[in-house]
């Protein structure tokens, strides 16, 4: 005989928390990625994603529920300005919401007038309709603003991983540029760079100063050691920033403190087999 084993539904609590954490997490990667890029592909999308969640957020901490249609369902951008609209005094352009949390206290100033214009401009866009535009750097500004409130506070965590995702990209495409270049390489021209005394020509002339040198590592691409370091990691491993002269990769200062991050991480977890 099968038995159904009863499941127990989730506190609320524990739903009320999923929930302000997904807001946070999608207000704040939508408006990092428009940072980063504000004339990204699906930019109207971006824009309405991060506002809407960013709001929903905002509505939800002060006034809990009152982000919700009847049903259920969370409110439009659009609905979500006009009732902070109503529940907020204007002073100035701005609808400013203020209080103290945790000890220290807060200040948001919503510019509610751009972010409804920001809304105008970008739904013909995400709905097919002619007319629209991506949203304008006041508009991005404004949706920034938001990240004030103690809701969010995601835009640090947001950019610097989409900070990340850019240089990983940015390392790939480098890498890739290196093979394609060697391919384009007659052979006469590579054996000449596979020859030890080739990098000679790039190291420092004066011993004093080639002793002082990182001199010549093994490129992460091409396997020649003609990869010259200019600049070494934080963490000692070795993993140095600088260009290959016989392939052409350049590893930046920042993509070498990572991969040597990742060296140490993995040879301290080593230890302790």
């Given at each position: 005989?099968?038995?159904?084993?009863?499941v127990?539904?989730?506190?609320?609590t524990?739903h009320?928390?999923?929930?302000?954490?997904?807001?946070?997490?999608?207000?704040?990667?939508?408006?990092?990625?428009?940072?980063m890029?504000?004339?990204?592909?699906?930019a109207e999308?971006?824009?309405?994603?991060?506002?809407s969640?960013?709001?929903a957020?905002?509505?939800?901490?002060?006034?809990?529920?009152?982000?919700?249609?009847g049903?259920?369902?969370v409110?439009?951008?659009?609905?979500?300005?006009?009732?902070?609209?109503?529940k907020?005094?204007r002073r100035?352009?701005?609808?400013?919401?203020?209080g103290?949390?945790?000890?220290?206290?807060?200040?948001?100033?919503?510019?509610?007038?751009?972010?409804?214009?920001?809304?105008?401009?970008t739904?013909?866009?995400?709905?097919g309709?002619?007319?629209?535009?991506?949203?304008?750097?006041?508009?991005?500004?404004?949706l920034?603003?938001?990240?004030?409130?103690?809701?969010?506070?995601?835009?640090?965590?947001a950019?610097?991983?989409?900070?990340?995702m850019?240089?990983?990209?940015?390392?790939?495409?480098?890498?890739?540029?290196?093979?394609t270049y060697?391919?384009?390489?007659?052979?006469?021209?590579?054996?000449?760079?596979?020859d030890?005394?080739?990098?000679?020509?790039?190291?420092?002339?004066?011993?004093?100063?080639?002793?002082?040198?990182?001199?010549?590592d093994?490129?992460p691409?091409?396997?020649?050691e003609?990869?010259?370091?200019?600049?070494a990691?934080?963490?000692?491993?070795?993993?140095?920033?600088?260009?290959?002269?016989?392939?052409?990769?350049?590893?930046t200062?920042?993509m070498?403190?990572?991969?040597a991050m990742?060296?140490?991480?993995?040879?301290?977890?080593?230890?302790?087999?």
């Amino acid at each position: 005989m099968n038995v159904r084993r009863s499941v127990k539904p989730k506190p609320a609590t524990v739903h009320v928390e999923e929930t302000r954490w997904q807001r946070r997490r999608e207000y704040g990667e939508c408006t990092a990625a428009l940072v980063m890029n504000p004339e990204a592909n699906g930019a109207e999308g971006l824009f309405n994603q991060a506002l809407s969640n960013g709001l929903a957020a905002i509505v939800g901490h002060h006034w809990p529920g009152r982000e919700r249609k009847g049903d259920g369902r969370v409110k439009s951008a659009a609905a979500l300005l006009a009732f902070i609209n109503g529940k907020v005094r204007r002073r100035g352009s701005m609808r400013v919401l203020e209080g103290r949390t945790q000890g220290y206290r807060w200040r948001t100033a919503l510019a509610t007038k751009t972010l409804a214009d920001g809304i105008r401009r970008t739904d013909p866009g995400r709905h097919g309709t002619e007319g629209g535009s991506p949203p304008g750097k006041q508009h991005i500004d404004a949706l920034v603003k938001l990240d004030t409130h103690p809701s969010l506070r995601s835009m640090g965590e947001a950019l610097r991983d989409e900070g990340w995702m850019h240089m990983v990209a940015s390392d790939r495409e480098a890498r890739v540029r290196a093979l394609t270049y060697v391919a384009k390489l007659s052979k006469e021209e590579w054996a000449r760079r596979q020859d030890p005394d080739y990098v000679e020509d790039y190291l420092p002339f004066d011993p004093k100063e080639r002793d002082s040198s990182f001199g010549a590592d093994a490129c992460p691409v091409c396997d020649l050691e003609t990869f010259i370091i200019e600049e070494a990691d934080s963490f000692g491993i070795g993993i140095g920033a600088g260009t290959c002269r016989a392939c052409g990769y350049t590893r930046t200062p920042e993509m070498a403190e990572d991969e040597a991050m990742d060296a140490k991480i993995e040879y301290e977890m080593s230890k302790g087999d």
